[in-house]
């Protein structure tokens, strides 16, 4: 019995690790003020890089930093969109998942299937994941980047007035979600698989942007909450003999429509920054 | 000529706008350890000439000195550098972060947040003035004044010699004002310079040594308190003669228009912000509301006009709940004009209408006579005077005051028994804020229900006919405006009960 609840504890961590790393990117990139709904697109894209780096190179190392780099270079036209030119997030997000969905796809075809030589452990990128909500908690709560990060999500005036320029600050950390995302797509392709397919990350990064609302855009809340999905997620997968695989391909989507309906319940404030999802344009009336 | 120890010097400074020159050729000297007022109207010029202090615009003509040298200031950084403070109106604060987290954000940047050595500093300057806000706080549990002190604590801390405190004492009760004042005091007889902004005549006479004042864009005058007459002063700034003491002529108060009782109701936040309130307005009458605020203004403002449902309690308009089918008009002159007073897409006629759209002449069927429309907009502006007069613009580019005349003319038209007035001349000139009240008064004495919320205990004490004081959700004095005390108003207006 014990060995059942560790054992499904241990594949919870499994399936909750990709929706922490891309969580925590989505927390940060949010904390500085941006709705970045892209992030299923870059995790597809991160994870399409590390594959095909991983596999002509045979480093998977290699296959992880080409990963961070192909993520954080595809979230760079969401980041101009939504920062400089002011676009609705959440549209610029749409399109971000669409496009890095469809151009992994599209240049993923000769991967298919195809096997991988030195794929890596699962372990390393759980407790790289654990470490890094850990790091990234004390550099948001207890540093001076953090506390300049956190302002331009609340109050990106007062960010404004210090001399400090808020669109750097929102680029950033835009792009640093997107290479959190892109980690998350190569544990899914050189690891937890370790393959590729299209549609690899069938919805967890939708999940990760609930996650980030879900934990309260905290880091360290972020890792119980991962916990929680991948658990669920593990159940799913566990009844994939007894329901049918469209219920099942439906799932996640499922949560996040659960999980988002109960965080509105909750009372009191809800702990989103105060100017998340709205363009900051110096001196506007709003 | 340059005074030699002029702590700061502008000669012809001026700053051109599109279509406006808001600072004309303005001239002044900022010795150490004087408190120098700047008076004048909204759009004289004062935030502009304070802007272009602070490095927010460059001055298109003319110099600035400090300290008898030549400076550009080009950015608010050199501005601190330099030694120049500015204490906004509308606190610049991260309302979700602590009070230590704001003032570290402001300080020379290290990788971790200099949490101990800072909050020693401090608290040598809290101690040393005299404040008293716990550092762990967050911002949005301060009020007004403590938020006031803590960007006064800021600019302190990165060294400022000239503070800039603009418009400091509009969010402030009389009690707070005060204190202000004390602090500005402590501040000047330790040398340091206080630039003092404000459009208030009473206290400019309190606090200042010297007095300039401003009128569209240029320095028409500069006395020394000492010579300074209150009358003389109002004529430089408004450019004709103004009437302080205009109150509403008595009238006999009619029938009961407004009645509430034990009112309790919840904020946003869910927290109890009514707990108990009992009011009445009559026919004829002005009732002033006073209280600092988020003292249950807003609350019961909703609950008034209909937008916020009680937990208990009664409220009649006229005998009808004023969420219900049969209540009569109510006027509502809403706190936030720009989000809750305008559509801001929407033009001047279209605004003009939002309650008489459906009604003839303006609607034949289903559908809009324009000319109708127009017509009534074009009237209706250049009865309220409204700037644009073309009826084709858009609300939002409208300023404060045009915009409230617009509210004004729509919420009025058609007479209604019940005008609910919050906050009605925050922030506008003296001419806006007359014609403000000048219609105020007329409602009043034709038989109209004035129910106003105003943080202005002068605009309180001056328009109404009776004076109650809310705190914390409920009403701890009530008193008719020729028995009224503006101590005893202040002690109430500071939570002391009657």
Same mark, same amino acid.
Request: charged letters at 20%.
């Given at each position: ?20 790393l ?14 970045n709904?892209?992030?299923?697109g ?11 780096v ?7 190392? *290699? ?10 270079l595809?979230? *760079?036209?969401?980041?101009?969109a ?7 997030q959440y ?12 151009v ?9 299937g ?17 470490l ?11 540093t001076?980047?953090g ?7 609340e109050?990106?005036?007062?960010v ?13 950390a ?44 905290h ?6 909450a ?12 566990r009844?994939?003999?007894?329901v ?31 100017s ?11 | 000529m ?12 001026t ?24 008076l ?12 272009i ?46 009070v ?19 909050a ?7 101690r040393?003035?005299?404040?008293? /806000?716990?550092?762990?706080?967050p ?5 007004e ?12 801390l990165?060294?400022a ?9 509009s ?21 340091e310079?206080?630039?003092?902004i404000?459009?208030k005549?009473?206290?400019?006479l ?34 004709r ?5 205009r109150r ?9 228009v ?6 309790? +109701? ?20 002005i ?7 988020g ?18 309690g ?28 305008? +559509? ?12 008489d ?18 017509? /009534? ?8 005077r ?14 404060g ?8 003319a ?26 403000v ?11 109209? +229900?004035?129910?106003?919320v ?7 004490? +001056? ?25 005893q ?10």
């Open positions: 019995m014990d060995d059942l609840v560790l054992a499904m504890l241990v594949r919870a961590l499994a399936f909750g690790t990709p929706i922490l891309a969580g925590l990117g989505e927390i940060y990139a949010e904390r500085s003020g941006v709705v709904l892209g992030v299923e870059m995790m597809a894209v991160g994870a399409l890089a590390a594959f095909a991983a596999q002509s190179s045979g480093s998977p190392y *290699l296959g992880v930093l080409a990963a961070l780099l192909a993520a954080a595809v979230s *760079l036209p969401f980041a101009l939504s920062i400089t030119l002011r676009a609705n549209v610029a997000g749409l399109a971000l998942t669409m496009l890095g969905l469809g992994s796809g599209l240049l993923g075809k000769p991967y298919e195809a096997p991988l030589a030195h794929p890596l452990p699962e372990a390393g990128f759980i407790v790289t994941a654990l890094l909500a850990v790091l990234l908690w004390f550099f948001l709560q207890h001076y980047g506390l300049v990060l956190r302002s331009a999500g109050n990106p005036e007062t404004d007035a210090m001399g400090i320029d808020v669109y750097r600050v929102r680029y950033a835009v792009i640093f979600g997107g290479a959190m995302s892109g980690l998350a797509g190569a544990f899914l392709s050189l690891a937890y698989r370790p393959s590729w397919a299209d549609g690899i990350t069938s919805g967890l990064g939708w999940i990760a942007v609930a996650l980030a609302i879900f934990a309260a855009w880091p360290l809340k972020a890792v119980g991962a916990l929680l999905f991948g658990a669920l997620y593990h159940l799913s997968y009844l994939q003999a007894a049918s695989p469209e219920f099942l391909k439906a799932m996640p989507y499922l949560f996040v429509v659960v999980v988002l309906s109960l965080s509105a319940l909750r009372k009191g404030p809800s702990g989103a920054p105060e998340l999802g709205i363009p900051y344009v110096r001196g506007e009336r709003r | 340059t005074e030699p120890d002029a702590l700061l010097t502008l000669k012809n400074v700053k051109r706008f599109p279509g406006v020159v808001a600072v004309d050729g303005v001239n002044l000297e900022i010795l150490p350890g004087e408190v120098h007022a700047l004048g109207e909204n759009g004289a010029g004062k935030t502009t000439l304070v802007n202090l602070y490095g927010l615009y460059p001055p298109d003509a003319g110099d600035i000195y400090w300290q008898g040298r030549p400076v550009r200031i080009r950015s608010p950084q050199e501005a601190i550098r330099l030694g120049i403070g500015l204490v906004p109106q509308h606190p610049l604060l991260v309302r979700a972060h602590t230590l987290e704001n003032l570290a954000l402001g300080m020379p940047r290290g990788f971790l947040l200099p949490t101990r050595g800072l020693a500093r401090i608290a040598e300057l809290t040393h003035y005299g404040f008293r /806000f716990d550092p762990r706080a911002v949005w549990q301060l009020s004044g403590e938020k006031q002190r803590v960007e006064i604590v800021r600019a302190l990165q060294g010699r000239l503070l800039v405190l603009d418009e400091p004492t969010v402030l009760t009389p009690q707070e004002a005060r204190e202000l004042f004390k602090v500005i005091r402590r501040m000047r007889s330790e040398g310079a206080v630039i003092f404000s459009h005549l009473d206290e400019v309190e606090v200042a040594d010297r007095i300039s004042v401003l009128r569209k864009g240029r320095l028409v005058g500069q006395v020394t308190r000492a010579e300074a007459d209150k009358a003389e002063l109002a004529r430089m700034m408004v450019g003669q103004v009437s302080f003491e509403k002529p008595p009238v006999r108060p009619g029938a009961v407004l009645e509430l009782k034990d009112i309790h +109701a919840r904020s946003d936040r869910g927290l109890p912000a009514l707990q108990g309130v009992s009011l009445r307005v009559r026919a004829g009458e009732l002033g509301l006073a209280g600092v605020a003292s249950g203004q807003r609350e019961l403002i909703e609950v008034v006009t209909g937008l916020r449902r009680p937990e208990r009664l409220v009649r308009v006229l005998g009808a709940a004023p969420w219900s089918g049969k209540r009569p008009r109510i006027a509502h002159i809403p706190e936030d004009r720009r989000r809750q007073g305008v +559509a801001g897409g929407l033009d001047l006629a279209e605004n003009l209408l939002l309650h759209y459906a009604r003839p002449p303006f609607a034949r069927g289903p559908l809009m006579d324009r000319r109708a429309v127009y017509a /009534f907009a074009r009237e209706q502006i250049a009865r309220y409204i700037d644009p007069p073309d009826p084709r613009t858009p609300a939002r580019l409208l300023s005051g045009n915009l409230q005349k617009l509210i004004l729509r919420e009025l038209h058609g007479d209604p028994p019940l005008i609910v007035a919050a906050h009605p001349t925050y922030g506008l000139d003296v001419g806006a804020t007359e014609l009240h000048e219609l105020l008064i007329e409602r009043g004495r034709t038989g109209a +229900a004035v129910l106003l105003s943080e202005d205990l002068d605009e309180v004490l +001056a328009l109404a006919d009776r004076v109650a004081v809310i705190h914390g959700g409920r009403i701890v004095g009530e008193v008719p405006v020729e028995k009224a005390d503006r101590e108003i202040g002690l109430w207006m500071a939570g002391v009960e009657a």
